[in-house]
């Protein structure tokens, strides 16, 4: 038996053996705690019970359409002034030729994600879906973070509903998690002044779920953020996930300084990485999923994440270039076989999924 390093730890064991759950104070406890192990220990126990040793996966490709934007939040490298040399957006034909591009057939989800471009009306959003809908019938297309869809509706003069709606008659499939960040508001003023506030991003979620489009959920960590703050984010998210069970996953993503104003900061460290996705999965008790990005945290360490509450290691992804304009140094693609070699080393069940985590493969 695993001998807790903080006394507060055991009370933690406690509730977690009795299915109790994790009050804002447990959370900012964990997260300062320095037993990392005792943590981790009793993430795998919550892992284990809401997944067996289920390791999850997709056969994906991601799609980044356009790098213009003009939040310019201050944690990006990725965007940039339609101005810039560097500026890009890809025109339909250019979406259907990268999505054409993916390298391990059986591709089961495209992803797709970009910046909030000035010009361009929902018809080009919705002639997007579309266009990829017609050629890939089979591929579910999990496209638009809350902040796209809030742009996209702006643009247009539509309420979100109704942007929503169209683009689910367009293909829409569910929508990812990204734009979240940090959902104090305080903190978003310093980061992403730009950005929808976090109440809007919740209510676009919430909104979502009410038409039968689930997504992810997402916090960007390991800036300036305190412990508080994370705690905040995870409970907020609970409550939502409480009203509407339209969550699939959690994804904590470690923020990559390089290139952007806040280039002087660190980034994060392995402990950071394991200690956010342990305590994420002991705190949000009603998410089904924890997955851990290896693009941002790298193979090795998402491996190791597997026994410390994580159940799901993304995908193949082929092309990423919003980690990677901020300097990760890891692949942006990874074979199949891979993926399914790190989940066997580690003594779990490789399983490949679909979006929706309906069982494609279990490749035991
Ligand atoms: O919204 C931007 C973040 C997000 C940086 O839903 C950065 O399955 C780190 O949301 N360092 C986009 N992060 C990516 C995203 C995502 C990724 C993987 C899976 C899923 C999913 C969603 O990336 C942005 C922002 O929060 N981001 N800049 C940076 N420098
Ligand atoms: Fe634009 Fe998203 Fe980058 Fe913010 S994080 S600047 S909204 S692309």
Known sequence: MYRFRDSFI?????????????????????????????????????REQKNSDNTYFINNRHINYTNICINRCRFCAFSK????????WMSIEEVLNSASK????????????????????????????????????????????????????????????????????AGLGSIPGGGAEVFSEKLRKEICPQKISGADWMSIMETAHSLGIHSNATMLYGHIESVEDRARHLIMLRELQDRTNGF?????????????????????????????????????????????????I?????????????????????????????????????????????IKDAGRIPVERDTLYSELKCLK
């Open 102 to 169: 993916y390298k391990n057939g059986n591709v089961s989800e495209f992803h797709i994600v970009g910046g909030l471009h000035p010009d361009l009306s929902i018809e080009y959003y919705i002639d997007m879906l579309g266009a990829l809908h017609d050629r890939y019938p089979d591929v579910h297309l999990q496209a638009f973070t809350a902040v796209e869809i809030a742009h996209i509706a702006d643009i247009a003069g539509l309420s979100v509903k109704e942007t929503l709606i169209k683009l689910k008659e």
């Open 248 to 296: 699939m996953s959690f994804i904590p993503l470690a923020f990559h300084p390089k290139n952007t104003d806040l280039g002087f900061l660190s980034g994060t460290s392995g402990y950071v990485d394991l200690k956010v996705l342990a305590v994420s999965r002991l705190m949000l008790d009603n998410f089904q999923h924890i997955k851990a990005f290896w693009i941002m």
């Open 81 to 88: 002034d339609s101005v810039d040399p560097d500026a890009y």
């Open 10 to 46: 055991s009370e933690i064991a406690e509730k977690v053996n009795n299915g109790i759950r994790l009050t804002f104070e447990d959370g900012v406890n964990l997260f300062n705690s320095k037993d990392l192990l005792g943590t981790g220990y009793l993430a795998n126990i919550v």
């Open 298 to 342: 790298g193979t090795k360490l998402a491996q190791l994440s597997l026994s410390f509450g994580v159940d799901d290691l993304d995908g193949t992804v082929v092309e990423e270039k919003i980690t990677h304009s901020a300097g990760a140094e890891t692949e942006e693609f990874i074979e199949k076989e891979e993926i399914i070699r790190l």
